[in-house]
Nanobody
């Protein structure tokens, strides 16, 4: 598996988690990357994205101000810091590597996907 996501778990509302995504084959350092999530019965949606060098970021309205995306290109790792978690944040979170260096919110423009990590927020 090229992208390995980790860091999920069970947390109470208001708590924090930090997700990590390791690019084991080191092929995404010049590509945009993103975090997506899929809740039960819902379609997968974008959460956040970051450009190849980290200069540009995107956040879904639902997580703006609570989540922070970052990357360490030297470590080939993508992160998602999640604060003030809400029960509606419960989902499987996936990391993905884009086809291009610039940010995109279009899922079809992400070529590699991790297997996902479960985040459960209790009320």
């Amino acid at each position: 598996v090229q992208l390995q996501a980790s860091g999920g778990g069970l947390v109470q509302a208001g708590g924090s988690l930090r997700l990590s995504c390791a690019d084991t084959r080191r092929t995404s350092s010049n590509n945009a990357m993103g975090w997506f999530r899929q809740a039960p019965g819902k379609e997968r949606e974008i959460v956040a994205a970051i450009s190849w060098n980290g200069d540009n970021t995107y956040y879904a309205d639902s997580v703006m101000g609570r989540f922070g995306i970052s990357r360490d290109r030297a470590k080939n790792t993508l992160y998602l810091q999640m604060n003030s978690l809400k029960p509606e944040d419960t989902a499987i979170y996936y990391c993905a590597s884009g086809l291009y260096a610039r940010i995109t919110t279009t899922q079809s423009l992400y070529r590699y996907w991790g297997l996902g990590t479960q985040v459960t927020v209790s009320s």
